[in-house]
């Protein structure tokens, strides 16, 4: 909890400090007799108006535009370029996938996701490959994304993923302390960059309460041609519809869980709830510029269509709980003690 402290309040120091994010954040030193935050001083701390307060209740998802410099995103997008070069592929790397989980490359593909957890992999497209099983576009051309631990292990993704501006957009969000446990670079390449079905984050990095949230920066522009973003809004306050789970023998605890390859180990959706996804009458299509932050609650069911157009869609997305919140011990994602999850700060 942070205190009430308006410039010139008398319980509590002040001071306004620049941030990598090209705001200024007014940074408060809390006092012993400051009186409680309400979410309402909190947004309005973080920048947001109370309009925008109202919409992240309301409609579960904010669009931020020119949150990130061109000179932040050039930065990423020529790094993931360097990452991509450096990936030599193995006959275990990986195609991923949201649609076809029981084909024969499940194994392979579960194992190379579950060693990404701590690590910087490439995954490629589905479609990159002909029926033979050989790349039938260049590599630059071929990756799905990049992930899971590009926040952690690359110290350009670190410097973007980290900083006063999102630390306190996430506590005025109700992250109170904020983990960030996974980070991708979705490429969305053009003509062949995959679907991405209606889903629920909430799936995948489970808590309860349920606190993860999604930070999904443009990289690119993202438009209806390429493959922007659609939501449902409001669709926060429905349930959970699935759970992505990760059994098998001494799941989720400590080192070494969840390890490439592990024959124990194993992936599966679980079915929660028969509320439909939405449809066409109810789906918000969201394109936005480069640079735009579009944050959403993990109940938010959203997805992104095809890229059939000769435009990439880079985004990079941050997934972030609250450490107040217990963290599913099924969900495929833990840290072992070697790299302990980390804030936003
Ligand atoms: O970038 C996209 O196309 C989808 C991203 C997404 O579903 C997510 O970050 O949860």
Redesign the pocket.
Known sequence: MGCRGAIGCHECESSRQPNNDGLTLTVFHKKAACTPMTDADLQHLAGLTPAQGDAWQRDGFLVLPGFKSAADVAAVCARARVLVDAFEPTTDSGVFSTRDRSNQCTRIRDAALLASAEQVHCFFEEEAFDAQGRLCVPKAQAINKIGHALHDRDPVFDRFSHGPALHSLATALGLAQPQVWQSQV?F?QPHIGGE?GW?Q?ASFFKTEPHTVT?F?FALEDATLDN?C?WVQAGGHRGPLREQYLCEGEGEGVGDGVCESGHPDRHLRMQALDATPWPDTRTAQALPVAAGTLVVFHGLLP?C?AANRSPQSRL?Y?LHVTDASASYSPLNWLQRSAGLPVRGLA
């Open positions: 979705i969305k991405v889903h984050d999604t999904w493959g973003l959203h992104s985004a997305t």
